[in-house]
Antibody
Framework: EVQLVESGGGLVQPGGSLRLSCVAS????????MNWVRQAPGKGLEWVSYISSSSSTIYYADSVQGRFTISRDNAKNSLYLQMNSLRDEDTAVYYCAKSWMRYFDYWGQGTLVTVSS | EIVLTQSPATLSLSPGERATLSCRAS??????LAWYRQKPGQAPRLLIYDASNRATGIPARISGSGSGTDFTLTISSLEPEDFAVYYCQQRSNWPSTFGQGTKLEIK
């Protein structure tokens, strides 16, 4: 059974930093690209970042480019999102999502990031 | 960036009725479109990929159609678990984008 478990969310002040983690199990993590997708409270879905299986290809949404960094450790079956210079508008549930044909076939339960003073 | 516009924003139907949801792209995405269902408090679930292919475990009463800029998700006979929010997503161009969602509610 595929499982994706996010952690690291919480309350942070504007301008602060946070690091999200996602631990994967039930599939060959090193063979698949991964993504972060977020959802602001009561709003729709927004793709945030993509990383290929070998970390050779990385993409970011314009809204987070230069502030967020995606990475992975295939030996630990883990995906990360380093978030710096956080803004109010970054408040959201952040989902780790497995790529399949560049769709998202498995999602974690999400971790809530709240940016507020 | 490709903008996906879903309609209607809210659809009120009864169990057993047929639901038709629309997704229109601002430019052609070929057949590179997916549909997801999200229940309250849960993560989205992939229903349809490449416009018309059902994902693993998705029942035959859920179907997708379309290509280019106009796509449709059809649920032939609504079950209680179908009342949720539905999103379309394109993977034709980076960045991948989602529609704003259609809420399917019980009438």
């Amino acid at each position: 059974e595929v499982q994706l478990v996010e952690s690291g969310g919480g309350l942070v002040q504007p301008g602060g930093s946070l690091r999200l983690s996602c631990v994967a199990s039930g599939f060959s993590f090193s063979s698949y690209s991964m993504n972060w997708v977020r959802q602001a409270p009561g709003k729709g879905l927004e793709w945030v970042s993509y990383i290929s299986s070998s970390s050779s290809t990385i993409y970011y949404a314009d809204s987070v480019q230069g502030r967020f960094t995606i990475s992975r450790d295939n030996a630990k079956n883990s995906l990360y999102l380093q978030m710096n210079s956080l803004r109010d508008e970054d408040t959201a549930v952040y989902y780790c999502a497995k790529s399949w044909m560049r769709y998202f076939d498995y999602w974690g339960q999400g971790t809530l990031v709240t940016v507020s003073s | 960036e490709i903008v996906l516009t879903q309609s209607p924003a809210t659809l009120s139907l009864s169990p057993g009725e047929r639901a038709t949801l629309s997704c229109r792209a601002s430019q052609g995405v070929s057949s590179y479109l997916a549909w997801y269902r999200q229940k309250p408090g849960q993560a989205p679930r992939l229903l349809i990929y490449d416009a018309s292919n059902r994902a693993t475990g998705i029942p035959a009463r859920i179907s997708g159609s379309g290509s280019g800029t106009d796509f449709t998700l059809t649920i032939s006979s609504l079950e209680p678990e179908d009342f949720a929010v539905y999103y379309c997503q394109q993977r034709s161009n980076w960045p991948s984008t989602f529609g704003q969602g259609t809420k399917l509610e019980i009438k």
